[in-house]
């Protein structure tokens, strides 16, 4: 079939002008943020094995990337998440370092099959930020109060929210139905998009239910402050779920210590990524984008897949979700170099008018040359 | 204020029922206008009529915060969406229909005729049947008798289409009844308005239920 050449290919598109600067602007704000923190800038390869994806984000996600074989057979992708790779650093390159490692990166990733309808990109930009070799609740919120930070940089302050979870909770309820795999990602499926009334049907139907009176019901709007944690220590019996709610609820104590209640919400019906997280799990959404526009968690498995087992806890943002919505509104000022107005710069002979450019732009002055269109 | 994007045709009349009953009034006169979105007589909330496979496409987007639509048009949309209500209303399903004098295929190809792509597909590849899927848009019931497909995946209210063209139910693949939907962020960011739509709704659906 003939196709022109003018087509682009589906969810790829091009930045320019204002938006191109904003994005721009926005990607050295948050990468500011990080390195405030401390966390150091990280390149990873943005073609890796295959494998390295399978192994770091599971088959599901890794699936979705662009594939291709390497001249020896091997299977490559375009990097479809940059977590991995960090995490094969650090096992690796970064073995003989200090605990823990602070790295922060700015990436594009690139996903073949979208996951959603509304997620049409299939190249996005990542920023992001990894804790590695620190398991406490501090660590935890040393991230939080990253993204939070970064929130309130971009002049979001107030119009964000960031929604908490720890799998545990989750993992203690399957536990105290005694779910097998499949019934266990059923649940999740039901618990994930709150379908109260087919996750009715699906607890009637396990054996333990009598043991479970109310909590079909409940389980799906879990959603609150801190009285979310009380309501569900009623319903939940096993340690693995109280230990989980302990965790939560020591994390929540901070984050009311810091005056943050209003911005956060543990939502413990936030069941998505359990397979890849290991404890506190989180999401970003902001007022004026239809999805979030950022999460992350504990991933305390995904390094023993290189070799050293270690906690691990980091988050991502969307860059292009958050362009988007700081376009639409006019929240973010970018601070730094004002835009200069351009001096036109024009003379009788080339050398002359290349002369005078040069003697500008060594005074800092932002030039546009006089070059005549064809 | 939260936008519901309500499901035009057969859903419609039901949701706006239902939404009466938990006291969120729209007028007669906005109703009666050509308008495609209007403002119930609060102005907490504005409804958008859209075409019943559009409905997900709006929420998923955030473009509504909530929608009505059917679970059949959840199923075949895949979209990723939140759905905490059952709203009980247009129950119905979705089944397998086929001549009720069944032709013999001997092709080891099952031609299905649809406007369920994705559902027929799923259903027939978890029995591992191979299957060639005709995706139409109406009339569905008139590809078998023309020899088109050997059967058919379709909504089932009272089967009296299925009986008139000469066609049986040889199978149900899952029931569907209106469901209320909610966008991800809306969800969140919205949670107290959202919640207290979910209260209302429910308390209604009850009330309907211990009626019928």
């Known amino acids: 079939m003939f196709e022109p050449l003018s087509k682009i290919p589906g969810g790829m598109r091009y930045y320019f002008g204002a938006e191109a600067r904003l994005r721009r602007a926005v990607e050295n704000a948050v990468m500011s943020v990080f390195d405030g923190w401390s966390y150091e800038e990280i390149a990873t390869p943005s073609v890796d094995y295959y494998a390295l994806f399978e192994r770091g984000m599971g088959h599901a996600e890794a699936h979705r990337a662009f594939r291709f074989t390497d001249t020896d057979g091997r299977m490559l992708a375009l990097r479809p998440d940059v977590t991995s790779s960090v995490a094969r650093a650090a096992a690796t390159l970064f073995a003989e370092r200090t605990r823990p490692l602070r790295f922060c990166y700015a990436a594009s990733v690139f996903r073949q099959l979208p996951r959603t309808h509304a997620e049409w990109r299939r190249q996005s930009r990542q920023l992001g930020c990894e804790l590695i070799g620190a398991g406490s609740g501090e660590a935890d919120m040393e991230v939080l109060a990253m993204a939070v930070e970064v929130l309130e940089r971009l002049g979001l302050a107030g119009v964000y929210r960031i929604t908490l979870n720890c799998v545990g909770v989750f993992n203690g309820v399957a536990e105290q139905l005694a779910l097998d795999g499949a019934a266990r990602e059923r649940m999740r499926q039901l618990i994930d998009t709150r379908d109260a009334a087919e996750l009715e049907r699906f607890i009637e139907g396990c054996a333990s239910a009598n043991t479970t009176d109310g909590l079909a019901a409940r389980l799906t709007r879990l959603t609150g402050k801190r009285e979310t944690l009380e309501e569900a220590r009623a319903l939940m019996t096993s340690a693995r779920s109280a230990a989980a709610l302990d965790a939560l609820e020591k994390l929540w104590g901070v984050i009311e210590s810091l005056g943050l209640s209003e911005a956060f919400e543990i939502d413990l019906a936030d069941v998505s990524g359990l397979d890849y997280y290991t404890g506190l799990v989180f999401k970003i959404y902001v007022a004026g984008a239809g999805a979030r526009v950022g999460g992350g968690g504990r991933y305390d498995e995904l390094t023993a897949n290189f070799g050293r087992r270690e906690p691990a806890v980091g988050f991502v943002l969307d860059l292009d979700a958050l362009t988007d919505l700081l376009a639409r509104g006019n929240n973010f000022e970018p601070d730094g170099v004002p835009q200069l107005q351009a001096a036109m710069v024009e003379g009788s002979s080339e050398a002359g008018a290349f002369q005078d450019a040069r003697r500008r732009r060594a005074r800092g002055e932002k030039i546009r040359l006089g070059t005549r269109a064809e | ?212």
């Open chain 2, 1 to 212: 204020m939260l936008t519901i994007a309500l499901a035009k045709g057969r859903m419609q009349d039901a949701a706006l029922g239902l939404l009466k009953r938990a006291g969120i009034r729209v007028s007669d006169e906005a109703l009666a206008s050509r308008r495609l979105a209007i403002e119930d007589e609060s102005g907490r909330y504005r409804f958008i009529f859209v075409k019943p496979a559009d409905v997900p496409v709006y929420v998923e987007h955030g473009i509504a915060d909530c929608g009505v639509v059917g679970r059949d048009v959840l199923l075949e949309a895949g979209a990723d969406l939140l759905q905490p209500l059952d709203l009980g209303i247009n129950r119905c399903r979705i089944a397998v229909a086929a001549l009720s004098e069944a032709r013999k295929n001997d092709s080891g190809m099952l031609h299905v005729a649809t406007k369920y792509p994705r559902v027929a597909a799923a259903h027939f590849g978890a029995r591992g049947v191979p299957v060639e899927i005709i995706e139409l848009s109406g009339s569905v019931e008139l590809a078998p008798v023309l020899g088109l497909a050997d059967c058919i995946v379709d909504l089932v209210e009272t089967g009296r289409t299925l009986k008139e063209n000469g066609l049986a139910v040889v199978e149900t693949i899952t029931e569907s009844t209106g469901r209320l939907v909610v966008n991800r962020a809306s969800y969140q960011l919205k949670a107290a308005e959202v919640s207290e739509l979910i209260e209302k709704l429910s308390k209604a659906v009850a009330e309907e239920r211990a009626k019928a």
